[in-house]
């Protein structure tokens, strides 16, 4: 089992910046991927970025590319969203979510992640 704990959501306005992060523990050596999703009310959870745990590739929507910046760091078990340029259109609740070793399926879906955090608030005013 993997625990997430996202931190570092709050109240910006447009054009700020937020750093989120997620702190994993348990079995995270058992981790081929991180990703953040986000959801606003009455929409359908959706794909921000993504990044392997071992080699690092990033991955992106195309709604956040260029604003947006994932990374982690391997020796405090931790996943980052750097977000910049924010927009009304970003406020959502964000989750950060895991993959199992040996899981298949598309890293932008959320169907192969099988550990999600509690999730944190993201609201940007205009």
């Known amino acids: 089992q993997v625990q997430l704990v996202e931190s570092g959501g709050g109240l910006v306005q447009a054009g700020g910046s937020l750093r989120l992060s997620c702190a994993a523990s348990?079995?995270?050596?058992?981790?081929?991927?991180m990703g953040w999703f986000r959801q606003a009310p009455g929409k359908e959870r959706e794909f921000v970025a993504a990044?392997?745990?071992?080699?690092?590739?990033?991955y992106y929507a195309d709604s956040v590319k260029g604003r947006f910046t994932i990374s982690r760091d391997m020796g405090k078990n931790t996943v980052y969203l750097q977000m910049n340029s924010l927009k009304p259109e970003d406020t959502a609740v964000y989750y950060c979510?895991?993959?199992?070793?040996?899981?298949?399926?598309?890293?932008?879906?959320?169907?192969?992640?099988?550990?999600w955090g509690q999730g944190t608030q993201v609201t940007v005013s205009s």
């Open positions: 990044i392997s745990w071992a080699g690092g590739s990033t």
């Open positions: 979510a895991a993959v199992r070793d040996g899981r298949g399926g598309s890293w932008y879906s959320p169907r192969p992640y099988d550990y």
């Open positions: 348990g079995r995270t050596f058992s981790t081929t991927a």
